[in-house]
């Protein structure tokens, strides 16, 4: 009973802290658009509906042996987070021959096109079946998702991808994990992982003001530097 209380309060906290990660998201989401090289919303959403596809098979497949018993959460609360954050950062990897700028808001423009597109799916799903108010609140994730591939491509930016993706990967599966065990029937465990996971929300909440602004700055430099640079060869060449 105290360990589905638990869960409980952290599902609630999750929701009203992600109010506020949906607010600053949107906010950084036009301010790094202003820096960052352009990438269209139909591109995002083409790499973004990828990468659904590569998750949804993933999982699966892994899923496939236990599927219809309560096991299944406990092994999607330990996959989710590795799969769905490799999948959205495909683009990072694949585009190599692209600028880190480009390649990092064609991520995140990717991020938040899954988010949309799986934010719908389950918004059908829970409102269909009875659960309007679980539908709304759904879509909170969609900012949580964009913020767990911002902290990875932070690290991305600064020379260490592979990092930023196992730590995207980390906070994704501790913010799922509580939900999940409780209906894999865990739910002591389900309880005391909600009370690590409450810290991770906080963090989250600091990353999407943190990793949002390291982007930005970072992208002003670059931008800077290439001014000057500019400005030094136009004026050698007088």
């Known amino acids: 009973m105290v360990g589905e209380l638990l869960v409980l309060l952290y599902l609630f906290a999750a929701v009203v802290i992600g109010l506020g990660v949906f607010i600053r998201t949107l906010s950084w989401l036009s301010e790094t658009d202003r820096v960052m090289p352009m990438v269209s919303l139909p591109r995002g959403f083409a790499w973004g509906f990828l990468a659904v596809l590569v998750a949804m098979a993933v999982e699966g497949a892994v899923l496939y042996a236990f599927w219809g018993s309560a096991m299944a959460f ?15 950062l495909i683009p990072y990897f694949v585009k ?5 700028l480009y390649r990092w808001n064609l991520t995140i423009k990717t991020a938040l096109a899954f988010g949309i597109i799986e934010g719908i799916g389950y918004f059908l799903l829970l409102f269909f079946s009875g659960n309007p108010i679980g539908a709304f609140v759904r879509l909170i994730v969609i900012a949580y998702h964009v913020v767990w591939t911002a902290i990875a491509l932070e690290l991305a930016l600064t020379g260490d991808p592979v990092l930023g993706y196992l730590k995207a990967a980390l906070i994704h ?12 029937g865990a739910g002591p465990v389900a309880g005391v ?12 909440y600091r990353a999407s003001e943190a990793s949002f602004r390291f982007a930005y700055y970072y992208a002003r430099r670059i931008i800077e530097e290439r001014l000057k640079s500019f400005e030094s060869g136009f004026t050698s060449s007088l």
């Open 96 to 100: 190599t021959g692209e600028s880190k």
């Open 173 to 184: 599966g501790l913010y799922d994990a509580p939900a999940m065990l409780l209906l894999a």
């Open 193 to 204: 992982m909600a009370i690590v996971s409450l810290g991770v929300l906080m963090y989250v």
């Open 74 to 88: 406990a092994i999607l609360a330990l996959i989710v987070g590795p799969v769905e954050e490799g999948a959205k």
